[in-house]
């Protein structure tokens, strides 16, 4: 069961039936334009969306909103210091901030960064510094559980390649979002050291799930069995130069970021950047309060009987789903729980949005938004007009925001995607009427076929 007790809450939404369809049609059948207002239960993404704990709220009122020198940074560093080992500590107003001061320091014109899958904000910096992402991801479903590892033979072999010398960071990030949320092994993060020192290459970390990470490893890696996660976790930042966080995620926050290294050279150069863009150093676009609660999460957010109920539930809740008929990607992670959208609609081709269509079958049957991570996210359009050029797979992410629904509200998503499952032959593919040239499936509008 949750181990906590709900203390404040907050009304949901029951729109009708007739009020859903309604609000997806006026939004372009595009969830991301559809209002929570109208969302009966909201697993469109786990960031920013955590629910606080008391301590966190109190905290709260204890900020000191100096604009130099708050003690709520230093707190917020004590914690930082003290999780990561790492001396040098940045706040920042979200992870996308932290990516483009911290890989803008160490990437130029022609460079590589190499990773195990650079997220897409992650890759947007990458590029917007001249720089190219290599992603060298390892099989997904892996027997040892670990398909978030980067594959180090491919690494190796680009190191020791012409191109090798253009390779100015390896970034493993943990857990791997964009490869199913699985996590990364302490051997291979130990791999990547090893080739890193051999190469001079520095090993940065995308830390944003490093506590779901560092509970995984002790349930799926039988030498870790019994350590505590914030031991674990610490290893893995001991093996790295340095990392930087999304605290949206695991810092049980709404609003946050982080940038934590050894160097001492690369944060001066970091926070020469920060000031331009965020805010002076001990700051970095929050608020002196905001920098208490992120504290406090990241003391709460290696709690052992935290973790396993965050990744217990999220097991339990991709069986309800799997029992109702939905084809669950195996194994399930901690912060979400993916679904192959291409087995589950195989009458709808990747460029007619299968992914679009269950998310949006499952909205207007039961009030539920979920993400797709298909041909409308990582597809192209086609230069000769043609059909879209699809993504490699059609999945729908059901995201879990931490401490905020009960198992009853995740039975509630799983009976709605019973039904859609049961009518699924005659869910319609969509086609695109509208759409940006870059990250199009923010405002894209779309029209059901047939
Ligand atoms: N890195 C990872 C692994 C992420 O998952 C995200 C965000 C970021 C960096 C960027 O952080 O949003 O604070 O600027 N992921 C969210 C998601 C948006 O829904 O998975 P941010």
Known sequence: MEPFRIKTIEPIPFPSREERVRALAAAGHNLFRVPASAISVDLLTDSGTSAMSAQQWAALLSGDESYAGARSFERFETVVRDLTGYREVIPVHQGRAAERILLGAMLGAGDISVGNTHFDTTRASVEAAGATAADFPESQSPASGFGGNIDLDKVERLLCSADGARVRCVVLTITNNAAGGQPVSIDNVAGARALCDRHGVPLLLDASRFAENAYLVTVRDPEHAGVAPRRVAREMFTLADGCWASLKKDGLANIGGLIALNSQEVAARCRDQLIAVEGFPTYGGLAGRDLEALAQGLDEVTDPAYLRYRSEAAQWFGSRLAAAGVPVVEPVGCHAVY????????????????????????????????????????????????????????????????????????????????????????????????????????????????
């Open 339 to 450: 679904v192959d959208a291409a087995a589950h609609l195989p009458h709808i081709p990747p460029h007619e949005l299968p992914a679009t269509a269950f998310a949006n079958a499952l909205y207007s049957e039961g009030g539920v938004r979920v993400s797709e991570l298909g041909t409308l996210v990582f597809g192209r359009r086609n230069p000769d007009g043609g059909p879209d050029l699809p993504a490699p797979r059609e999945l729908v992410r059901f995201a879990l925001p931490r401490r905020v629904y009960t198992s009853n509200h995740l039975e509630y998503v799983a009976e709605a995607a019973a039904r859609v499952t049961a009518a699924k032959d005659r869910i319609p593919g969509y086609r695109v009427v509208e759409q940006a040239d870059t990250l199009r499936h923010f405002t894209a509008v779309l029209k059901p076929l047939g």
